[in-house]
């Protein structure tokens, strides 16, 4: 059974750190692009980040680059999102997604996992 579970969220003060986890079982992670998106209260989903399948060649939305970074531990099937200097328009459900085997924008049929909600207030 293919399973993306997510963790590490939490309250954080504005300008505090953050990183977010994404354990995937049940798939080869190694061979899929994966996706970090996030979906803020009454609003849409909205992709972050993706990362490709050896980590090296990474993505990011304007409003998180410089301040979010994407990783990936493929001897473990983890993912994670380091996020530094969060602001409180950064609070939303963050979720993993897994992509294709190839390149491509963010898709709302991508496999997520449940989420982690992340709180950024004072």
């Known amino acids: 059974q293919e399973r993306l579970v997510e963790s590490g969220g939490g309250l954080v003060q504005p300008g505090g750190s953050l990183r977010l986890s994404c354990a995937a079982s049940?798939?080869?992670?190694?061979?899929?692009?994966m996706y970090w998106v996030r979906q803020a209260p009454g609003k849409g989903l909205e992709w972050v980040s993706h990362?490709?399948?050896?980590?090296?060649?990474?993505y990011y939305a304007d409003s998180v680059k410089g301040r979010f970074a994407i990783s990936r531990d493929n001897a473990k099937n983890t993912l994670y999102l380091q996020m530094n200097s969060l602001k409180p328009e950064d609070t939303a459900l963050y979720y993993c997604?897994?992509?294709?085997?190839?390149?491509?924008?963010?898709?709302?049929?991508?496999?997520r996992g449940q989420g982690t909600q992340v709180t950024v207030s004072s």
């Open positions: 997604a897994r992509g294709e085997l190839y390149a491509s924008a963010y898709e709302p049929w991508f496999k």
């Open positions: 990362i490709d399948t050896g980590g090296g060649v990474t």
């Open positions: 049940g798939f080869t992670f190694k061979r899929y692009w």
